[in-house]
């Protein structure tokens, strides 16, 4: 998907899911995105530390926020990560997978994070 099919696909699901009116969503976007964005941070930071515990909570977390802005897609994406924190291919597969999570974001977000750290 491309990042302006995810920016669509995440109003039209916060106006059916949550019967939010245009300038709602108009005024929560940049929150929620804001919020997407920190958590992709922390799986970043988590896995740099090689936390696998820390790395599979913070996919955990990113899933649910993908998933309360409607993107299925990427909400399996961050399952993936959280599930592959606890196999032997970790270590191989979760640098690509993050990176992968992390490139997707990007396409819809293009704005520079606030670091919590």
Avoid: W
């Avoid at 599979?56 to 990427?74: F, I, P, Q, R």
């Amino acid at each position: 998907m491309k990042g302006q099919t995810y920016r669509q696909t995440i109003r039209e699901h916060l106006g059916s899911a949550y019967l939010l009116p245009e300038e709602k969503i108009d005024s929560v976007l940049p929150a929620f995105l804001d919020t997407l964005l920190t958590h992709m941070l922390r799986l970043e930071k988590n896995l740099l530390d090689n936390d696998l515990e820390l790395l599979a909570k913070s996919g955990h977390v990113l899933k649910g926020a993908l998933l309360n802005l409607g993107l299925h897609e990427l909400a399996d994406m961050a399952h993936a990560i959280e599930q592959c924190c606890g196999t032997p291919q970790a270590v191989t597969e979760l640098p690509q997978q993050v990176a992968r999570l992390k490139e997707e974001i990007a396409s819809f977000t293009r704005q520079a994070p606030r670091s919590p750290f």
